[in-house]
């Protein structure tokens, strides 16, 4: 009898755990269900929350009723999970993973709920159906681990020309491949067939590791080196440059201009350096080839491409100071993190100004200084075009000005150089701007680089609130007979211009952009878009919520319910959140494109995410204490926009980047949120498109799930693409590195790197060897491991 009773108390306790569990899940899903139906969002949750409710109270009253009931929610839910999402692997696991292992945990709790004779018959049985089950959902999710292109590349050939420009040969000789920023190596060694066989061949360790806990939420490499003749040039996060033997990684050389930390901006990066050869100087003679690059503290070197000297007639010692006539300039608030652009023997740069600080930053002037003597040459200020060198005494360029903190290209034959142009400071607010602001903002700006003159603008955002300014290259084409560049922009559109006037050559229209915001006088009526070929998807629906479990979901639909959200271009508010679609990370950031020109194939790899994002008013802010950075925050690191203050403005910014959720971390919107895509150049047509990254390094929690299952995550950095028919892509958050088949998108190969590979690879050729070779420095936005080193991989 004893016996029996602690049997029968034994067996309650399953049944009234589970039950728990299923009614606290269901108050949850009610009570957040009402909220979300009276906002008019799906009603599911308040139905589903009533009968888990129901379940949960007959499992505690130990009635088999309860998991019957259960198995009728589930079955309920699968059809109406199909009905939302249809096939879509990932959209289904927020609405189907969960309550499926509340599912096996019922089939295995219903045989203590039986008096029957036959109930561990029973038990056996459920136990089966769960194991079915369970192993039916695992083979749909493996489906996960690929996904089939739109269509193969046929045979295409497109006539672009190839000037000797235009052509890296066995050479890496700038951050694109050439200024030209094609991202294409004409190199044949390795193929889709063979790359298979990939080994790394070396690895060599730079030594810039953070100094402490604080600045490694800074650090993100971003770096492609350059291959000159037998030279390998890579620079560092702190702005140490090394040469290294391409065939060996045997340090040659390494300079160090002792950037302090407190120079750092957001973020630590050295995109990359220039390599300039002077002009009719004798080979062997000092500083004949030379390194020329900026630093985080916005100074300008020139070194001596072989030994690493200082170019002593450079500027002061080998150095410029490229702050000289901003005035007041903070440390950290002006740097230089991408290679200048070298064209005519003249050195054009631009800037990073730390966003988000003061309406009246320091200057977004451009200048053009002399590749030999550092003198400059001119000075572009839009606020004072009649400004030829430094300021006038006792002036100062103009505070506040959009910057081109990226990579610009050059036209060697047309004297022209392509600047991806940013936004005024105060990217969210746009009632101070100057007409001039107004004009360039947002733009490529072609300059004249003998006279530092604009020759044309082409603008793809009027009056930007979004942080949409370019971020990447343009890529130099010729495009059915006509000098072009192709242009990608963070919204996701792609142009086709006419390098020489800035002429649209593919179709451009406009669309009717949504009105409101806290400036609904500054919104333009409508907004510029590509009807060529956008990389961005259609707007956002509460369908397209995801998360970890149905709550998760539940609580993102409510978010999306609550948000202001118009579509493409919603203006920001300061009475609630606002979602912007693509986010700023693109579409296309500063990674660019590539560009296959003997297939007359893009390839471009982008983000797929939105921002949650909300104008603070200046009474909230400064009680939040948000000051700008050489006032009381001081603090550097952290995401971009998430709680700056937008000083002399009536509104401090706060985006959450990607849409997070608090406590798990998880992202709003459903996967993907990256993506890798072929282009036809001649049509505008997608050949194909596949999600970019693994779910290995994803979770929640922050917890990686290890997962080989193709997600597509968030991206930074760019890939190339070489005449074996060959795509190199890193860039996701999986920490991997891998091959693509330029013909149908299909991964070949791929290899876990020791850091996150935040950085475009390259290729170049020595000693009959064809070598692939990044830079793995990881990214504290992307999250991924920080690392120092460089690794090259050939065929054995």
Known sequence: MVSLRIQNKAGALPPLILGGIIALIGL?????????????????????????????????????????????????????????????????????????????ATFLVMPTLSARSHRWQLGLGASAVAVILTGVTGLIFARMADTGPISQLPELRFDMGDPSLMSAGDDWPAYGGTDAARRFSPLGQITADNVKNLKRIWVTHTGDMPSSHKIAKTYGGENTPLKVGNMLYVCTPKNIVLALDPATGKQRWKFDPKVSDEAIPYTAACRGVSYFAVPGAPADQPCAQRIVYGTLDARLFALDARTGGRCAAFGRNGEVDTKIGMGDTPPGYVSINSPPTIVRGVVVTGHQVLDGQDRWAPSGVIRGYDAVTGKLRWAWDMMHPDWNGYPPSGQTWARGTPNMWTIASGDEQLGLVYLPMGNAAADYYSSLRRPQERDFATSLV??????GKPRWKFQAVRDDVWDYDFGAQATLVDFKGTPALVLPSKQGDIYVLDRRTGRPLTP????????????????????????????????LTERDMWGMSPIDQMICRIQFRKASYKGFFTPPESDRRSIEYPGYNGGTDWGGIAVDPRRGVIVANYNDMPNYVRLVPRAEADKKGWAPRDQARGDIGGAEGAGDPQAHTPYAIDVNAGWRLPLTGMLCKQPPYGGIRAIDMATGRTIWDRPLGEARTNGPFGIPSMLPWTIGTPNNGGSVVTAGGVIFVAAATDNLIRAIDLKTGKVLWKDVLPAGGQATPMTYMVGGKQYLVIAPGGHHFMETPIGDQVIAYALP
Request: hydrophobic share 55%; aromatic share 8%.
């Open 446 to 451: 072609a300059l004249d680089v003998t006279t």
């Open 28 to 104: 949850v899903l009610t009570m957040g269900g009402i909220y979300l139906a009276v906002l008019g969002g799906s009603a599911y949750y308040v139905l589903a929350g009533v009968a888990l409710l129901a379940s949960g109270a007959l499992l505690i009253r130990r009635n088999i009723l309860g998991g019957w009931l259960y198995c009728a929610i589930f079955v309920l839910t699968v059809i109406w999970a199909l009905a939302e999402a249809g096939t879509n692997n990932w959209a289904l696991v927020p609405r189907v993973i969960a309550p499926l292992v509340l599912l096996v």
């Open 508 to 539: 451009v229209g406009t669309i009717k952009a949504p009105g409101g915001g806290v400036e609904p006088q500054q919104r333009a009526a409508t907004q510029r878009v590509s009807l060529w070929h956008t990389l961005r998807k259609p707007q």
